[in-house]
DNA sequence: CGGATAATTGATAAGACTCAATACGCGTGG
DNA sequence: CCACGCGTATTGAGTCTTATCAATTATCCG
């Protein structure tokens, strides 16, 4: 309801009779929140891999943005299933969705570099700052969107159709273009419990797109993507043919 | 990361850690919201079964709050697909998280009242209301975290354990108990389109609830939730005893 | 009552999971 | 520098869940 003008990469999506189509660029509202975060004094983290940065139901103590490295927000079950709610990437923001308690636990992908700011010092500049406010409310909509995306990969979509997505929503935020090489920072395994699918489907499912000549993987952490238009036809289900 | 006290109910959470046990209770931020809107001047407006209230990429014009009926909030795909997010039921509002245009398209489940505010309107109580923001921001949180929770069901959860979860979430926000007869307004086919799940198996998972003694279909639109705490366990994944 | 829509049940098949075996990559220590 | 070992990735074989297709029954509404 309030004025903004988030775009966020659907990879699904469609020119619509209404909906204008929303280019798959990366997301600007992290950019911004994080340039007015600049000013802030804090303090730099750093974590090792798959270490844990906090935990879910943690209190909030501070608002993390990340300069290097590759972030999994994810939930444990006490069965030991595991779900990655989303990856976050430089010049994201960290636990500023959350509330008194973390949502979720955030754990380093890989090496992470981080800078911090106190709560309560965002807090009073949420307070006093209109403009803080209207980037907030643009990041907030912008990660509920790409949460929306994600439903759709969830509830609709096929196993090679999901890596399709995936890869296509990372080319966006990262705006790595076709031929370039996109960096999957994360292993398979963060992969299959981010899309619901066990680890040796992610496996066959890129061996697919490979064999189709859709992508090339020269090695386990790069994919270049040759076929970036065939890619966003799969994504979109087009892969009867 | 702003002061909050969202309790949402979490069919498939338990005593973890750190996280304090969410009760099973309905959201009260929109509660609240509505209470907030109540002064404020605008309409009633009516609408039929399957009849659209709005859709995905219009522009947001009118804040609506549900008097009575339920509401899906949907995504329709070029293969006709269907994606439902979710569902609203009386106090919930419509259009309140949407930026200038709806992500989702509201239908009408099956006969709605709706009472509409001019968004402009509301734009300017929330700039000059700091109580309303507060609440605003309660409200999207919940949002949020109900979203994360079927994010979770759709990664992770079996057909049955998904049904189990969505009977408990609706149980949950209509205060309806053990015992009690739950109104399940909507038909199969949009309970499978929010679950990610054929029609068919929606039917037979049901059907295996009620062959299981832990729920009572007394008509296609209503049931009895007998055995409440099966239910739970079911939901949670327990369901190999 | 009759037609249409929705719900249920059955039979079959496809897709994804599980289990198992092997290959790769990387860091460590000899 | 190379061999070893551990974790991760890949591939194969078989099974199981769920989707699909088809047929029947129930429900709604004029």
Redesign the pocket.
């Known amino acids: 309801m309030i004025a903004l003008n988030a775009r966020y990469s659907k990879a699904w999506a469609e020119p619509e009779r209404h909906a204008p189509v929303r280019p798959l660029s990366p997301d600007t509202s992290s950019d911004r929140l994080g340039g007015m975060l600049q000013d802030q004094r804090g303090g730099r983290q750093a974590f090792e891999k798959?270490n844990t940065i906090f935990s879910e139901g943690h209190p909030v103590d501070r608002i993390y943005r990340i300069i290097g490295g590759t972030v999994r927000l994810c939930r444990h079950t006490q069965n030991g299933n595991r779900y990655i709610a989303d990856f976050l990437l430089p010049g994201d923001m960290l636990g500023f969705i959350d509330q008194n308690e973390h949502l979720f636990t955030a754990e380093a992908v890989d090496q992470v570099n981080l800078a911090y700011y106190p709560r309560n010092q965002i807090a009073r500049l949420f307070d006093s700052d209109a403009n803080v406010r209207t980037n907030f409310l643009l990041h907030f909509s912008a990660r509920m969107m790409a949460f929306q995306d994600h439903l759709f990969t969830l509830a609709c979509?096929?196993?090679?159709?999901?890596l399709a997505s995936f890869i296509l929503r990372l080319a966006g935020r990262t705006a790595t273009g076709a031929g370039q090489r996109l960096n999957l920072s994360?292993?398979?395994?963060?992969i299959?419990d981010h899309l619901?699918?066990?680890?040796?489907?992610?496996?066959?499912?890129?061996?697919q797109l490979r064999d189709a000549g859709v992508v090339e993987?020269p090695?386990?952490?790069q994919l270049v993507l040759t076929e970036l238009e065939t890619l966003r036809s799969i994504a979109r289900g087009a892969a009867a043919e």
């Open positions: 798959n979509q096929s196993a090679k159709e999901r994360m292993g398979r395994r963060d299959a619901g699918l066990s680890v040796e489907t992610i496996c066959r499912s890129l061996a993987i090695n386990v952490h």
